[in-house]
Structure formats: C-alpha cells, structure tokens
C-alpha cells in the first residue's frame, strides 16, 4: 500500500503529554499512542500546534519524536510538524533532523509575517527541495494570519511530486470544493477542521486530520468511515450525537479542551505550558458530560 493510501482516513494531531513539573510524560507518551492504534486511527501526527511544539525546546522535541517512534513501533505511519516563519531556519532543520521513524512532515504556512503568495510558493518550492520525506502543506488561516489559495496549492502539487497533500483548515468548504475538483488525482485533501471534516469527505476529500479523535478515537474514525462510504444520512445522525463535545474542546483553546478530555479518560495529565492553561472547571465538566454521553450512545 502506498503512503497516499495509509494517510487516507483519521489521523490524529496528538497532544505532547507533560508530567506536574511539565516535563515530558513519556510514560503517558506510549498510554496515548496505543489507545489511538487500538481504537481504529490511521496515522498520528507529532509536534503540530496540538503538541505544543512552540514551546517546547530543541532537545525535548528531538527526545520526545524519539519517544513517539518506539512507542508506535512500526505500526502506523507518523508524521512530523516541521514549520517555522523563518523560510531558511526551517531549510537548515530539515538538513539535521534525524526522521527515522516518520513517513512524511506536516509543513504549515509562515505565520505572522503575512507573507503574499508568491512569498509562499518560493518558501515551498525551497521546502519541498530540502525535505528528504514527502510534504504534506498545512494551511490554518486562524492561527497564522495568511491563506494560502487553492490556485497555489495546486501549482505545488504539480510541479513537486514530493508535495502529496494539504491540511486545509480554512474553514471554507467553497475552497475546499476547489481544491477537491482540481488537484491532481493522486494529491491527499485532508481537512483540518473537525466541524466541517465529514463534509470535506463527503464532497471527495481523503480524511482529516483531528484533535477530537483524539480522545475518541473510534466514534470519530466511524464518523469519518461513513463519509467515505458516502453515507450521508448517517454521517449526520453520528455528528449530531459527537458535535457538543467537538465545540467544548475548543471553547477555550486547543489543545486545552481535548488534554482536559485525556485526563478525564486517565490517558495523561491536564497540564499545558503558558501561555496555555487548563480549561474552567465549568468547561471540564461539560467536557466531562458529553465524553460520557457519546459512549453511552456507542
């Protein structure tokens, strides 16, 4: 099976677990890693903006990749967050970077600096130069400030075979529609918004990449399953039943909500680092509820 066909399906933006003292929780590392394997996820993804990657420092990323690896032992593809504002700062990491174990990257669009498009495309063209794995793009307007046009993604796509896919997290199912009907065959659309996730598969899209599954896992990938078959009419009836809680883990911030679902399920602690903070005691017990809600459901 190739690479395009194992990231088809849920993947999971996982969470870095950390201890009181927020250091790495790698025990809590391989508790998270086999629940997501064993209730039916594709692949995971490692130090995205779930992970905390931005702040954590290069030593703690390299040890817990590391970690990640040896707690999934080969089983599923993972896939590693690798982007940075600073075009050449993240060409030099991708020289040193050590990816045994990882099958692709997960490069997200420069953020802050608000780059044009043509900033854009030559950031990319040098990444997908540099990058000795495939490249996934990831484009998350909210967070970084600039979106990247479906025209763009579909000029990388073409001309860099080792560009196999986008995370599009737009939020936009017109422009998730465009990039559906004009990519290449071959070229992975994953969304990367769980609200509007099944839609995008519906419409012909390949999966997403979630932070919901992330604390269930099988209900999600269900979800996800049905829209791939096309079943629309279930597809709806299992969002309506798994949408309370999908709104709860990003009332106040990710990954708040969903490491406030992980504790809730004994999978690690509810610890984050600043400028992070755990969620309301208010919103745990919501979030608390409808976990226990959907599982009754199931």
Do not use: W
Request: aromatic share 8%; proline share 4%; net charge positive.
């Amino acid at each position: 099976m190739s690479l395009s066909q194992k990231l088809k399906g849920t993947g999971v933006a996982i969470v870095t677990p950390f201890k009181k003292d927020l250091s790495i929780d790698f025990n809590a590392i391989k508790k998270l890693v086999n629940f997501l394997i064993d209730n039916g996820i594709k692949y995971i993804v490692v130090q995205g903006t779930t992970g905390e990657s931005s702040t954590m420092s290069n030593d703690e990323k390299i040890t817990s990749r590391q970690a990640f690896v040896k707690a999934n032992n080969n089983r599923i593809p993972l896939v590693l967050g690798m982007g940075s504002n600073d075009t050449m700062s993240l060409v030099n990491d991708l020289k040193k970077t050590d990816f045994s174990g990882y099958s692709a990257i997960l490069s997200v669009t420069p953020y802050y600096n608000k780059p044009s498009m043509n900033g854009l495309y030559n950031h990319f063209s040098l990444i997908a130069k540099s990058s000795v794995l495939p490249i996934i793009l990831y484009n998350v307007p909210s967070r970084t400030g600039c979106n990247m046009l479906p025209g763009l993604t579909i000029r990388l796509a073409n001309e860099f075979k080792n560009i196999i896919g986008i995370k599009e997290a737009c939020g936009d199912l017109n422009q998730v529609k465009e990039l559906i009907s004009s990519s290449p065959d071959d070229f992975l659309i994953i969304s990367g918004d769980d609200d509007t996730a099944y839609q995008s598969v519906l419409m012909g899209g390949d999966g997403v990449i979630s932070v919901t599954a992330g604390c269930i896992p099988k209900e999600f990938s269900d979800l996800i399953n049905l829209s791939i078959e096309k079943n629309e009419f279930e597809c709806k009836s299992k969002f309506k039943v798994i949408k309370p809680l999908l709104d709860f883990l990003f009332e106040e911030g990710n990954p708040s909500g969903v490491k406030s679902a992980l504790s809730f399920l004994n999978l690690c602690e509810n610890n984050l680092r600043l400028p992070l903070l755990p969620v309301s005691n208010q919103l745990k017990n919501k979030i608390k509820n409808s976990i226990s809600e959907i599982k009754k459901d199931y």
